[in-house]
């Protein structure tokens, strides 16, 4: 079969276009179907939205994802020195960025399946569990010359969504957040007030521990997750390119880092007890896990992706240029393949036998934690992050009298994370 954006040869049963990245919708008569939007909206004078904020004028094209034809192939004209690297890694399968309700681990569902086919700019038929937000805008025709410029271009994007019918009681939350920890862009629209406190909350006690943490999300947000696709109730997505720059290449372009949480599950705390409840019981989840507690495994993953950062020297994702794809490479296929993680569960499994020596072995070892610490992709490997995203998980809950892998894994990822 053909790519219906490029023109492609794609196999049988294959998710993505390997040469334009696009998500490949495959009806049941085996033919590939657009999954493109009809919407291309002119932004201007994004200086004016915020008036606490003197932000730069942008002139250029917001779209959704795998929005129509003509403006997709454009893009990859324009970034065509940039789409041969840091998209196709934007679009890899995150398989390690999943965080599951149920107790079947099922691993294969994609991150991007789950994002892009369910943002719409028509808010009106939305059901009660859907959020407005929309997490995956696309800017072009930037003129990105600083680190400012890229966060004010994603603050822009945050407030621009914040209408008159935005909850007065919820924006004072995500402002608090966004003052207090340095996150670029909150965005709770529907979530139930006692709710969107206790997340707070979690953040509040993360970044007291980890204040090095401060540096690099800049979006927390509620997103809208196709149920077909798992019990997905939120996940870390550590580079989407968020925007484009007015040159040849499309480079410098705008990186967001973001946790996104599955509205399904966030505006349903009755859906979210239940599910949390049962899992942890089950002993998917550590125990004592609560409706707001996946939201700590999500920071678990982003602690360990900035020691990620840190183990190659690299201090700056917000904004990539010419010069930095290759590194951004290195960067990111080291979080796929998880040896980074595996270094540090090694590291700190060494340090637990050099105080207890012991006979087991290290996947028995971190099999401790949880039954998701040792989840596996659809290729039968593991997913090292998930390990320490679940000691993180754990430790949050149960602090001292979390399990003893767990403990030992975090003091290895503190050393890493730095303070």
Known sequence: MFCNICGSHVDDGQDFCHICGNFLKVNAENKITSNSGSNVNNINNFNNVNNNNNYNTYNGYRRKRNN??????????????????????????SKNNYYFANTNNNANENLEQGTTTQSSNNTTTRGKYDTAIITDNVYYGLSINSDEDAYNLIKLDSVNQKKDDYPKDIIKIENNIIENYSITAVNLKEMDVDFAKEIENVVKTIYNEYPSARKYLTNLT???????????????????????????????????????????????????????????????????ATRYSPVAHEFGHYLSFIALLNHHSTDHIVVIDDSD??????????????????????????????????NIQLDEWRGQISAYALAKDENGEYIYDETIAEAFHDVYLNGNNANEASKYIIDVLKKYVGG
Request: proline share 4%; aromatic share 10%.
């Open 68 to 93: 129509n034809t003509v403006i997709i192939l454009t893009t990859i004209l324009i970034c065509i020195v940039i789409v041969g690297t840091v998209i196709c890694l934007i679009m890899y399968k």
């Open 222 to 288: 509620l997103t809208n997750v196709d149920m077909s696709q798992g019990n997905l109730l939120a996940f870390f997505m550590p580079v989407f390119e968020a925007g484009f720059s007015d040159t040849p290449t499309g480079a410098p372009c705008v990186i967001k880092t973001q946790i996104e949480l599955n509205s399904k599950f966030f505006l349903n705390s009755q859906r979210m007890d239940a599910s949390v409840k049962a899992s942890s019981k089950s002993g998917h989840f550590p125990k004592n």
């Open 325 to 358: 794809v290759a590194n951004i490479n290195n960067i990111m296929l080291d979080f796929s393949k998880g040896d980074f993680s595996l270094q540090m569960i090694k590291e700190a499994y060494n340090n637990y036998l050099a105080k207890n020596p012991s």
